[in-house]
């Protein structure tokens, strides 16, 4: 990933923040400069909670180069409590122990280094709720 489109994409992968539509309250994530549902063009920013429920996974045994030292790993579908479905890694847990629904909340953690002196991109991963 190139420095410059990681500074832009900083506010959702740090703050996970998204676009609300001000006309039909539809949420954006990533952020849009046309609401999909109604074609409205203006938006207020929102912090999303981070909070949601798995909706679909699957665990990685076989990883690509440079993700080896991970596997297994779980990737899946989170549907946050706004209504926002994104993709994000699942961690601190088992893979194996992971079911549907599950009750999960984002985490900010390291995602990757773009080289041994290179810059350290940060983002957010997703670990069970604990409910502490």
Not at 84 to 94: G, P, R, S, T
Not at 107 to 131: A, H
């Amino acid at each position: 990933m190139k420095v410059a489109k990681h500074w832009r994409e900083i506010p959702e992968r740090y703050r996970l923040e998204a676009a609300k539509c001000k006309k039909c309250n539809h949420i954006c994530f990533p952020n849009r400069l046309i609401c999909p549902e109604c074609g409205a063009k203006e938006f207020e920013t929102i912090r999303l909670s981070g909070d949601g429920k798995l909706v679909t996974f699957t665990i990685i045994r076989t990883a690509p180069i440079g993700f080896g030292d991970l596997v297994p790993y779980a990737v899946g579908v989170i549907e946050l409590n706004e209504g926002v479905k994104l993709l994000a890694q699942i961690v601190d847990c088992n893979p194996d122990d992971l079911k549907i629904g599950d009750k999960l909340v984002a985490k900010f953690r390291r995602i990757n280094e773009e080289s041994k002196t290179g810059m350290i991109m940060y983002g957010y991963k997703f670990v069970p709720d604990q409910g502490i």
